[in-house]
């Protein structure tokens, strides 16, 4: 396998990617483990607040050159930035993997996903387009117009370690913004490997230092860039915990956030639905990236008519799992990240028997040969009631609520009864239930689909959500104006000086 990391002994040390690196002696270090097999796979050193400060400058330097490069001379460059992920795509996959702890599979999907929105950003770049309009004025012209924001702050979130920060930084580059990203404490291994992989890229085009940099650490370092009035935009992904808090200290200094928060999401099963698409579907939006995805499938809401043969099959769907280390392509179901999240599903369980919840497959800790992380929990489901505050919630992992309903319109009640709003679906063949879901009286979430499940979306469309879930759109559509300022122009070419709504002014 290639390398893609400096090969070193001493922790690594985080900087801006074409070689120049900014750094304090420090004694701490992050440390990652993986909760593959929970083996020491790296220590990295946190970036201090100095490290912060003159990654800062240099990414502002940087962004006074990177502005004035034609949009598609930008995009070129994405696209060989593509070429190396393609390169590297098994290696920075299997990374993901380890350090994450997610399928083999989901890895190499992750670096698909960041080859997908490479693509993408590559033929955005020739279409930041601006509109005209018809001035009211005669002899006058107006336009609108998109320029380069400046420096934007990428805080990404664990589950998605690499693709999450692709989504952000293509499309920020290409729009002529410069980016620091300050991955998750609990991946840094594979940001890491990112920086090294386009590192050789930007040194090929002579791109300035500071268009890519990367801060290393925890809260403090994410609270840094949303405190600081230098960052034009961030863009924060995470619980919405995390979400309010960040909100908040930009909104304190008026700057932009753009928030990918908590899901809670769920799938509507009619009496009309083809059950062979949708049980594959809700076991693999429940049990995929052991539920540790934001798109997860938490609720199941079931027509009484076909809730016991909907059960049955979900038991023995459930029955045929296998868990395992997530490298071994022969596993279904991988570990949680770490042992918190573990004591978090514990807790929940807890809440769910105290609550009268009853469960249909039962939970419990994996322990043994082969578990030894001890972070390997089994995916259970368990009969419930929508308004139980544990099922309010986002659990990051694999416990899915099964649910009732008798009309459509409870169905769709229950569904939007949750403060977040990610991601939702329904299986029907029946053309009006389908289209009463996705109208204005339907889903009210950010995503709504028929007939394919809750997670697993394509770089193609807007991706995000509403309410609890931040309401910011990424990846396709025109989610590329998020990172650019718009700017309105009337030119006046006539030789008069008439005012706008008719008013006069006369010297
Ligand atoms: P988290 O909120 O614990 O951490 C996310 C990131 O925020 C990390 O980099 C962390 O260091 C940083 N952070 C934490 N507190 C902060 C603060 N006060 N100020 C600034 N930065 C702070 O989330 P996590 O456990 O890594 O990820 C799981 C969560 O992310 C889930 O809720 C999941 O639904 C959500 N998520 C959402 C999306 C989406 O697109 N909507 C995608 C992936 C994950």
């Known amino acids: 396998m290639q390398s893609i990391l400096p090969l070193s002994t001493q922790p690594v040390k985080p ?25 020491l796979i790296a220590r990295v050193h946190p970036s201090t607040r100095a490290d912060y400060d003159r990654v800062v400058e240099t990414a502002q330097a940087a962004f006074q050159e990177w502005r004035l490069v034609p949009a598609p001379r930008r995009g070129e460059i994405v696209r060989q930035m593509g070429e190396q992920f393609r390169r590297y795509k098994r290696e920075l996959g299997t990374l993901v993997s380890y350090e994450m702890g997610k399928s083999l599979q989901e890895g190499l999907g992750e670096v698909q996903e960041i080859i997908d929105i490479c693509d993408f950003a590559v033929g955005q770049s020739r279409q930041l387009y601006g509109l005209s309009m018809h001035s009211e004025r005669p002899a006058h012209r107006m336009v609108e117009q998109w320029h380069p924001l400046g420096v934007v702050g990428i805080i990404s979130a664990f589950n998605f370690p690499v693709a999450v920060w692709s ?84 909104a304190g200094r008026l ?85 918190q999240a573990v004591k978090s599903y514990q807790l929940a369980v807890n809440e769910i028997r105290e609550s009268g919840g009853r469960f249909i497959v039962e939970p419990g800790l994996l322990e043994g040969l082969g578990f030894e ?68 009286v339907g889903s009210d979430c950010g995503i709504a689909n028929v007939n394919i499940g809750t997670s697993g979306a394509e770089i193609g469309g807007a991706f995000g959500g509403e309410k609890e879930t931040g309401g910011g759109r990424e990846s396709g559509s025109d989610a590329w104006k998020a990172y650019m300022r718009r700017q309105t122009n009337t030119v006046n070419y006539g030789t008069a000086l008439p005012l706008a709504q008719g008013i006069t002014f006369e010297l």
């Open 373 to 440: 992380s001890g972070c390997y929990v089994r995916p259970c489901i368990a009969e419930a009631e929508n308004q139980w505050s544990v099922v309010q919630r986002e659990t990051f992992a694999p416990i899915l609520y099964l649910l009732r309903y008798s009309t459509l319109d409870d169905a769709i009640r229950q569904q939007n009864a949750v403060p977040q709003g990610l991601s939702s679906a329904i299986f029907t063949l029946n053309m009006r239930e389908a289209e009463r879901f996705l109208s204005a």
């Open 167 to 250: 989504w952000n930084a293509m499309l920020a580059w290409v729009c002529g913004d410069v980016c620091i990203w300050k991955p998750s404490e609990k991946t840094p291994l594979t940001a890491l490997a990112c920086q090294q992989i386009i590192g050789e890229v930007l040194r090929n085009n002579d791109v300035p230092e500071g268009v890519s940099c990367l801060i290393t650490g925890g809260r403090d370092a994410g609270e840094w860039l949303a405190r600081d009035p230098r960052i034009a935009l961030v863009s924060a992904t995470g619980s919405t915990r995390m979400g309010k808090a960040v909100a908040e200290a930009v």
């Open 255 to 339: 700057g932009r956030s753009l928030l990918e928060l908590g899901g809670n999401n769920a799938i509507i099963i009619s009496e009309h639905a083809d059950l062979d698409l949708a049980i594959p579907a809700v076991v693999f939006g429940a049990v995929g990236t052991a539920g540790q995805r934001c798109t997860t499938t938490r609720r199941l809401i079931v027509q009484d008519s076909i809730y016991d043969d909907v059960k049955n099959r979900l038991k023995s769907a459930y029955a045929q799992l296998r868990i395992g280390s997530p490298l071994d392509e022969s596993f279904h179901v991988g570990p949680l990240i770490d042992q």
């Open 15 to 39: 900087g801006t990617s074409t070689g120049q690196q900014f750094w304090q002696s420090t004694e701490k270090t992050i440390e990652s483990y993986s909760p593959a097999d929970g083996q």
